[in-house]
Every structure is written in structure tokens, then in C-alpha cells.
């Protein structure tokens, strides 16, 4: 099974699209972005889009997009019954809505239960105010639909992230396993699957929940001891078989995890335990614990195992002093083909102010004595 088989909200969302052009064929896409309240990022998830989608893999702070601020802010919908108002609008948005030939709009917030802000569905037809307030009624109906759909398929997100974040704090979890290491890995797997996503095939969706899941690679280690994460020094050959059991206890945890919350294994859960089970996998076999080579890895397994390397080797940790970014890059380079996905590598090499961006964002917080 592939990334793109977990597409559950993708699937529905077309599904409906498809539905609702049967009577209003004038109905070209129906899109959906999440937010992001930590960085104020939002980012496209799921689109359905006759003739394909003019925006892929965009991800923008919505304090610099003001128009969504304000339908936020007020929580009300938007109409534009003419986009040509964009024309001589120059942010990316705006005109790749108008080169893909729709001509008015129908934006609507969605907020979770505690009147947080969720994300925005997008409405765009090829046809000048086709969003009259018939329309708008017909189409509430449907946003009530995908708000559901949404709310449910990351419902199970934020389960695991509150158990997991249960598990760290009844453990004490582990120096090495700070915050901040956890938010850089999935902002450099984010980084990473958006720039090889058009050459191996992976949605917006499934880049969401790498984002997502990414963090939880280790979770394994709240069943090794303090010792050995926290030695000083080279681990002996004894140690390093002990702390390998990290990934086959990560494994029991996610399949407890999916066993108790009753979640479809199948579903998008699954690149989780992909990402816990194959992170330390390599290429060409030497990787732990089940000696998986090439493309028997799954893709957000060699996207994770990037990320996480990188920054392990960019960062201080009790054993060593964190390495130039120039000096990780040579050791990334000098294995690629063969521990690491070469597209990986290079994705990273290739965005090197996005790197600093996110190095800057998340730099470990320092104690005040």
C-alpha cells in the first residue's frame, strides 16, 4: 500500500465534487486548507478540481493573506461574485485562481468546537456571482458535510498526540526527545515532501499527515531506559541492540493506540506506523530492525528518516555537539543512494533558507537560572 491510499478525505471530497457538478456543472472546485495556530501557517490539504488543481503544496501565514483574516475574524462567509477585483492583485493566490478561469468564489471558515479556527472551505465556479443566496443555502448543507469529514479524519490525529503527549510526560520523556527537535523533524519532513511530492506522487493530504506524524518517529524510546538515552559517550554493541528495541516498541504502541481508539488500520494512521516501523531502515539493507532496501521502504519512512538524521546531526545531544549544517549536508550527500532517498537528500540540500527559517523558529529554549 502506498502514501496516496490513505487519501479518506480526498476521496469523499471528489466524490462530492462530482455529485454536485451532475446539476451545477458551473461548480469547478471545492478545496479545503487547514490551519496551523502554532506558526499561523495555512496550508492546502484536499482539492477537487475540474481540470486540475491551480494551487498545490501552498503554504502561507494567514496574517499575510488579510482577506481570510477577515472572514475569520468576523467567522462569516465571503462572496465574490467577480474575481476579476484580483486582477491587479500580485500574490501568487490570487493569480492562479484567476488563470485557472474561475470567476467567483464562496469561502467559509471552519471552527472546531472550542471556536478555534480549523481551516476554510473554498467554493470557485467558472461563472460570474453563480453563488447567489439559493446557491449559498445548497451548499450549506455540504459544508456542514466536510466539516464533519475533516473533524473526524483528524480527530484520531489529535487522540494519538494527547496519549503520546501523556506517555512523555508520565516518563519524564527524555532530554534528547526536547519540543523543539520534535518541531524542527516535522517541519524539515514537511520541507522535504513538498519539493519531491509532484516527482513521487504524493498529496497535499498525505503531506499533512507526514507533517503530522512525523514527530511521533520515537516514541518507542519512553520504553528505553534513561541510561542508555542519556549516556555520555558511544553506546557498547550491547546497548545499541537495546536501543534498537525503541522501533519495535514504537510499533506495539501505535497498534495498541489504533486497537483501543478503534481506527481504521488502513486509513491514514498507517503512515504513522510506517514512520515509526521503518524510519531506521536503509536503502541498501544495513538499516533496523527489518533490513528493508529501496522502495520496499515507504516513501514517508525515507522522508522521515531524512529529517530526523539531519537535525540529530545538526543539534546537541548528550553524546555529541551538533554539527555545522554544511557538515550534515556532506554526510547526507556521502550516503545518499545509499542509506538515504537521493530525492530526499537533495530536497533538504535544496532549501537551505527554508532550513534556517525553520532553525530560527524552533532553537531550544534556554532555562533561566
Known sequence: MNAEQYQQT????ILLHEELRQEWPQLKRIAIALYNAQTDELHTFVNATTGGSPLNHYT??????????AIADSATPRIIDNLDVFADNLSEHSQKILQAGFRSSFTLPMFTQNHKLL???FYDADEPAFFTPIMQNHLSVYSELIQSLVIVDILPLKMIHAAVNMTQAVTRFKDEETSEHMARMAHYARLIATSIADEVGISD???H???LYSPLHDIGKVGVPDALLLKHGTLTSDEFIIMQTHVTKGVEIVDTLINEFELDPEGHVHILRNIVAYHH???DGTGYPYRLTAENIPIESRIAAVADVFDALTSDRPYHRGRSQEEAFAYLEAYSGQYFDARCVQALIQNTEAIMAIKAAFEPKIEQK
Not at 10 to 13: A, E, R, T
Request: glycine residues 4%.
Open 119 to 121: 481551516g476554510f472551505i
Open 205 to 207: 493530504e498525505v503531506i
Open 209 to 211: 499527515y507526514i507533517f
Open 10 to 13: 480526498s476521496q469523499q471530497v
Open 281 to 283: 531502515e536503509r536503502l
Open 60 to 69: 502561507q501565514q494567514l496574517k499575510k493573506i488579510p482577506s481570510l483574516q
